[in-house]
């Protein structure tokens, strides 16, 4: 049964419908009746849109004005920008709230003043540029003096329980739950466990620490204090018996995260590197290229910093050497007017509207210098060579180890004083410098060089007989040797002489500089001699022309011009020169072959070669 239905019609009268449903459905009792009533009405309502739309609108409710709707419209619209502004005010709170938890967690810079006012310092963070604001107080140990070989001995500087800072990089850092185990580096060799525990007592002091200690990055330079704690067993580092737990840390020089490579990764040697290629996990193999890009990082290594360390050293010993002989050393200018080395290419400047040269050595003005009076001197200083050689053993600019001085009647005199000299340097590294070599002969591997007691000096007539007898075509015996010629002779003379040092004279007159003596004998050959480490030249030196007729026929001869660049230096012939004799030494040369290493850029600390001119 339908009790009522509500409808509005524009041509038949609602209530004249609704009663036609009621009584009909009320009579009969049946929802047929019913359903058909509501049927014909709908159809009725529906058969002309427009004109029940209009009617109903005006039987009905009356239309809005639009004073009403905008109204409706502004309440709609204030109350949807209320729910924005309640959203946008929730929003703001919460990131106020998430703001005050990280500014109260937040690991703040430290600007450590003095050690007197470390107790307001925090614990942990980066230090504030330093900028020599002050002299902290504190005392920074090393290292290398947390153990001796004695571990137990009462004469180390520092025992356990002793609180320390210490100053280095960051070599590695492993943070794990609770705890944190790192380890310090300075000076590519010495290095020290550090770690850090949970403290019960402190959660959020440790949380921070903890926190602080994931964000360092390797390479990082880190101050560190801590308390030595004795009994360990640290065989990955070179201090193994002490380690230290830290108690503050701050980062003074933060690296960045993505290094060019990793120092780990630089410091293998290349068997190591070759026997894990076939592994699940093969080493990166670092190119030559790549190191000399980013050579600082290079330098790192314990082997490669320790190569320089062996530079450092053999001209120490070099000096040490001629010092002890009577030599004094001197500086020569390296912007000189005209060539100083025939045959060898020369770099060119504008001198404030003339052409200068770099010198390709200080020869000229050594041998002024005996001119001088001063009849034993040396020079170290750099060499320059515009030669488009790319080879492993050339640079265009090397560092000169040069001598000059007068000799009464032979230049076997200076050979005499230059093999003294390099028996002092061979056995100052062995002696004084043997951790040094074993860092790098660990990477590099060699053995020490051998040498007699008095100098072996092969001729050149038999240096000739020696490749002949190799294999080699000679010609005429007028020409230079190459590479692969010295490398044959040092062969032969280690097997008959028993040396990997040696000294070869008479060279061909044509292949040597216009200031070399001629041989008395012949005119040929010259009072000229080079020394070999391992077959390879390290030195270049003769008895010097000092007659100023000879050296001037000697110009004529090879076709060089004396021009303003020479004049200075005949001259100071024809006003009397002690007879004279020296050599020039390439340092990196030395480096390089006493240490058997496969390319001299190893031994310069920024190599210059044809294809490269930084960093």
């Known amino acids: 049964m339908i009790g009522r239905i509500l409808m509005r019609s524009s ?41 029940h739309t209009k009617r109903w609108m ?89 153990e001796t070989s004695d571990s137990n001995s009462d004469s180390n500087v520092h025992q356990p329980g002793d609180k320390i800072w210490l100053r280095g990089r960051l070599d590695s850092i492993r943070v794990k739950g609770g705890s944190c185990f790192l380890v310090l580096r300075q000076g590519s060799f010495h290095t020290v466990q550090a770690l850090y525990f949970k403290d019960k007592e402190d959660p959020e002091g440790s949380k921070k620490m903890l926190k602080y200690l994931k964000s360092l990055t390797v390479e990082s330079v880190i101050d560190l204090e801590g308390t030595i704690v004795g009994g360990a067993n640290v065989k990955s580092c070179s201090v193994q018996t002490v380690e230290l737990s830290i108690e503050r840390i701050h980062t003074v020089s933060r690296a960045q995260a993505q290094l060019p490579f990793l120092v780990e990764d630089a410091a293998r040697s290349e068997a190591e590197v070759e026997a894990s290629q076939d592994t699940d996990r093969p080493f990166p ?155 790098i002969r660990e990477q590099y591997h060699s053995e020490p060089v051998t040498f007699t007691d008095e100098p072996c000096v092969i001729h050149w007539p038999e240096a000739q007989e020696i490749l002949t007898e190799k294999g080699f075509d000679m010609g005429d015996g007028m020409g230079d040797l190459n590479g692969a010629m010295e490398l044959a002779l040092g062969e032969a003379i280690k097997e008959k002489y028993g040396t990997d040092f040696f000294m070869l004279d008479k060279y061909p007159s044509e292949i040597r500089p216009f200031y070399t003596m001629p041989d008395p004998d012949d005119g040929r050959f010259s009072n000229s001699y080079d020394m070999f480490i391992r077959g390879l030249e390290i030195c270049s030196g003769a008895q010097r022309c000092h007659d100023p007729e000879l050296v001037t026929e000697i110009l004529k001869k090879k076709g060089i011009e004396a021009g303003e660049g020479l004049e200075s230096y005949i001259n100071s012939f024809k006003d009397g020169i002690s007879p004279h004799a020296g050599a020039g030494i390439g340092l990196e040369r030395v480096v390089f072959l006493y240490l058997g290493l496969d390319n001299v850029r190893k031994a310069s600390m920024f190599p210059r070669d044809p294809n490269r001119c930084t960093p």
């Open 11 to 51: 041509s038949v009268s609602s209530s004249s419908i609704f009663a036609t449903a009621f009584t009909t459905s009320t009579n009969t009792g049946t929802r047929a009746t019913a359903t058909t009533a509501f049927s014909s009405y709908y159809h009725h309502a529906h058969s002309s849109p427009r004109t």
């Open 58 to 146: 005006s039987e009905g409710t009356a239309e809005k004005t639009e004073e009403e709707k905008a109204a409706i419209k502004a309440a709609r619209e204030a109350r949807k920008e209320e729910k924005e502004r309640l959203k946008a005010e929730k929003k703001a709170k919460k990131a106020a709230q998430r703001a005050a938890e990280e500014e109260a967690n937040k690991i703040q810079d430290i600007t450590y003043l003095s050690i007197d006012d470390q107790s307001s310092y925090a614990k942990m963070g980066d230090m504030t540029r330093v900028m020599s604001r002050s002299r902290t107080g504190r005392t920074f140990a090393s290292v290398a003096d947390l």
């Open 285 to 439: 193999r670092l190119g030559q290229e790549l190191r000399l890009d980013n050579r600082w990082m290079d330098l790192r290594t314990p082997a490669n910093n320790a190569i320089m360390r062996v530079q450092s050293a053999v001209c120490q010993l070099f000096r040490e050497s001629l010092y002890s002989q009577g030599f004094i050393e001197i500086h020569s200018p390296k912007l000189i007017a005209g060539e100083s080395e025939s045959g060898a290419g020369v770099f060119t400047t504008d001198y404030f509207g003339k052409t200068a040269c770099l010198a390709q050595s200080p020869q000229l003005y050594k041998q002024m210098a005996i001119s001088a009076d001063m009849d034993r001197v040396f020079e170290i200083g750099p060499v320059f060579r515009a030669e488009n050689s790319n080879t492993r053993r050339h640079l265009c600019e090397f560092t000169g180890l040069d001598l000059e001085m007068a000799i009464n009647d032979h230049y076997m005199e200076t050979l005499e004083v230059i093999h003294n000299c390099f028996k002092h340097i061979f056995t100052g590294l062995e002696t004084r410098h043997a951790k040094e070599l074993a860092v």
